[in-house]
């Protein structure tokens, strides 16, 4: 990602919390796109200011069974728990509190333990879908990682819980969430996730 993407995005978050309590910035993008890499580089610039929700967190736990059965659409709209995101997480942290909430353990394939999140000045949101419309009038700064197809699937290869009829179901239901919603062109910026 070109650094002056990450600056670019940085000040405006800056800007933002400045007449604000609190700022909430998604950063969306298919898988390995580098959400994560965007959302590590803002904490990084700004340091105390920031904590990180990460969209994995709310996988929703699904028998093997019942995710070998959706299709694209369904995919997109049933693999993330984005009800529990905005209520245990993001309603919260918008308000001003500290919140906590089960993430997610991909081992295991249920919720376990608790991650506790300060309230802080800025908010970053990473994850796939986190500019779906329902998620959207939490969001204040909108951000979208754009990175090449052949890129991604190479990253998402590499990790080793990926098995490829699982990438191929997924990337569906990506593919179907950015034909569909478009998530690119409501995004106050879209940057190069190469």
Do not use: C
């Not at 800056?14 to 910035?25: E, G, I, L, P, Q």
């Not at 959706?70 to 993001?90: C, H, T, V």
């Amino acid at each position: 990602m070109p650094p002056d993407d990450l600056i670019k995005v940085a000040t405006a978050l800056v800007r933002k919390a400045r007449r604000s309590n609190v700022v909430v910035a998604a950063i969306d993008g298919a898988g390995g796109a580098g959400k994560s890499t965007l959302a590590a580089g803002i904490r990084h610039q700004l340091g105390e200011l920031v904590s990180i929700v990460r969209g994995d967190d709310f996988y929703r736990p699904l028998h093997s069974d019942e995710r070998a059965q959706l299709d694209a659409e369904y995919g997109y709209r049933n693999f993330f728990d984005w009800q529990r995101m905005r209520d245990e997480a993001l309603v919260p942290l918008r308000a001003g509190t500290d919140t906590k909430y089960q993430p997610y353990d991909w081992l295991s394939g249920q919720l376990r333990g608790w991650i506790e999140v300060k309230r802080k000045p800025i908010i970053v949101v990473e994850g796939v879908y986190s500019t779906r419309p329902e998620l959207r009038d939490l969001i204040d700064v909108a951000v979208f990682v754009d990175t090449p197809r052949e890129t991604r699937l190479a990253r998402m290869q590499a990790r080793a819980q990926n098995e490829t009829n699982w990438i191929e179901r997924w990337m569906a239901a990506e593919d179907w969430y950015l034909e569909h919603v478009r998530p690119m062109e409501t995004a106050d910026f879209v940057v190069n996730g190469s």
